[in-house]
Protein backbone atom coordinates (compact mmCIF):
# COMPACT_ATOMS: atom_id res chain seq x y z
CA UNK A 1 0.00 0.00 0.00
CA UNK A 2 1.52 3.55 -0.98
CA UNK A 3 2.33 5.22 2.00
CA UNK A 4 0.28 8.38 1.04
CA UNK A 5 -3.00 5.67 1.59
CA UNK A 6 -2.30 4.83 5.05
CA UNK A 7 -5.11 4.94 7.58
CA UNK A 8 -3.88 7.28 9.85
CA UNK A 9 -4.89 6.70 13.56
CA UNK A 10 -2.50 7.67 15.53
CA UNK A 11 -1.33 11.49 16.98
CA UNK A 12 1.30 13.40 17.40
CA UNK A 13 0.98 16.63 19.68
CA UNK A 14 2.93 19.40 20.55
CA UNK A 15 2.99 22.70 21.69
CA UNK A 16 4.05 25.77 19.55
CA UNK A 17 3.12 29.23 19.89
CA UNK A 18 0.30 31.09 18.05
CA UNK A 19 3.01 32.88 15.64
CA UNK A 20 4.68 29.33 14.82
CA UNK A 21 1.25 28.10 14.14
CA UNK A 22 0.88 30.97 11.76
CA UNK A 23 3.79 30.52 10.23
CA UNK A 24 3.88 26.97 9.72
CA UNK A 25 0.09 26.95 8.15
CA UNK A 26 1.11 29.80 6.18
CA UNK A 27 4.25 27.94 4.30
CA UNK A 28 2.04 24.89 4.47
CA UNK A 29 -0.40 26.78 2.65
CA UNK A 30 2.34 28.37 0.24
CA UNK A 31 3.31 24.72 -0.74
CA UNK A 32 -0.60 23.41 -1.21
CA UNK A 33 0.24 21.27 1.57
CA UNK A 34 -2.17 20.71 5.01
CA UNK A 35 -0.25 21.04 8.09
CA UNK A 36 0.16 18.16 8.76
CA UNK A 37 1.72 16.69 5.81
CA UNK A 38 4.16 19.58 5.52
CA UNK A 39 5.19 18.21 8.88
CA UNK A 40 5.48 15.26 8.21
CA UNK A 41 7.31 16.26 4.67
CA UNK A 42 9.62 18.03 6.58
CA UNK A 43 10.32 15.55 9.11
CA UNK A 44 11.64 13.06 6.08
CA UNK A 45 14.54 15.58 5.53
CA UNK A 46 15.83 15.51 8.88
CA UNK A 47 19.37 13.85 9.75
CA UNK A 48 19.79 12.42 12.43
CA UNK A 49 23.12 11.18 13.82
CA UNK A 50 24.74 9.46 17.41
CA UNK A 51 27.35 10.87 19.26
CA UNK A 52 29.07 7.63 20.41
CA UNK A 53 31.29 9.70 22.62
CA UNK A 54 29.89 12.82 23.98
CA UNK A 55 33.37 13.46 25.71
CA UNK A 56 35.23 13.14 22.51
CA UNK A 57 33.41 15.12 20.23
CA UNK A 58 33.10 18.15 22.60
CA UNK A 59 37.16 18.08 22.90
CA UNK A 60 36.72 18.08 19.20
CA UNK A 61 34.26 21.15 18.82
CA UNK A 62 36.65 22.71 21.47
CA UNK A 63 39.76 22.34 19.28
CA UNK A 64 37.39 23.81 16.38
CA UNK A 65 36.63 27.19 18.41
CA UNK A 66 40.33 27.55 19.42
CA UNK A 67 41.26 26.96 15.54
CA UNK A 68 38.46 29.93 15.06
CA UNK A 69 40.05 31.71 17.35
CA UNK A 70 43.50 31.80 16.40
CA UNK A 71 42.40 32.50 12.55
CA UNK A 72 40.64 35.91 13.98
CA UNK A 73 43.39 36.64 15.36
CA UNK A 74 45.84 35.99 12.34
CA UNK A 75 43.43 37.65 10.01
CA UNK A 76 43.22 40.80 12.42
CA UNK A 77 47.43 41.27 12.55
CA UNK A 78 47.06 40.78 8.18
CA UNK A 79 44.52 43.43 7.93
CA UNK A 80 46.42 45.82 10.59
CA UNK A 81 49.76 45.16 8.78
CA UNK A 82 48.86 45.19 5.20
CA UNK A 83 51.91 46.45 3.71
CA UNK A 84 54.03 44.14 5.44
CA UNK A 85 55.99 41.26 3.40
CA UNK A 86 54.94 38.82 6.39
CA UNK A 87 51.25 39.85 5.61
CA UNK A 88 51.22 38.06 2.29
CA UNK A 89 52.93 34.74 3.88
CA UNK A 90 50.11 34.78 6.71
CA UNK A 91 47.18 35.58 4.28
CA UNK A 92 48.76 32.34 2.54
CA UNK A 93 48.40 30.35 5.42
CA UNK A 94 44.59 31.48 6.03
CA UNK A 95 43.60 30.62 2.65
CA UNK A 96 45.43 27.37 2.56
CA UNK A 97 43.52 26.66 6.15
CA UNK A 98 39.99 27.74 4.77
CA UNK A 99 40.54 25.51 1.75
CA UNK A 100 41.00 22.43 4.51
CA UNK A 101 38.24 23.68 6.76
CA UNK A 102 35.73 23.81 3.50
CA UNK A 103 36.36 19.84 2.81
CA UNK A 104 35.28 19.08 6.73
CA UNK A 105 31.32 17.46 6.31
CA UNK A 106 29.92 18.04 9.55
CA UNK A 107 27.97 15.70 10.75
CA UNK A 108 30.12 13.49 9.44
CA UNK A 109 28.04 10.80 7.03
CA UNK A 110 28.55 7.81 8.45
CA UNK A 111 28.91 6.54 12.25
CA UNK A 112 32.01 4.93 11.44
CA UNK A 113 33.71 8.51 10.98
CA UNK A 114 32.70 9.09 14.79
CA UNK A 115 33.35 6.00 16.30
CA UNK A 116 36.78 4.51 14.31
CA UNK A 117 39.57 6.09 16.57
CA UNK A 118 37.63 5.83 20.03
CA UNK A 119 38.36 1.85 20.27
Not at 59 to 75: D, H, K, P, V, Y
Not at 106 to 115: A, G, H, V
Amino acid sequence: MAEGKLLRTDWVKIRVTPLEKVEWEAKAHAAGLSLSSLIRESLKRVRVWKVKDRKLERERTIQIARIGNNLNQLARWANTYKGSLDTVKIITYLNEIREELRQLKYPPKKQEDLTENDG
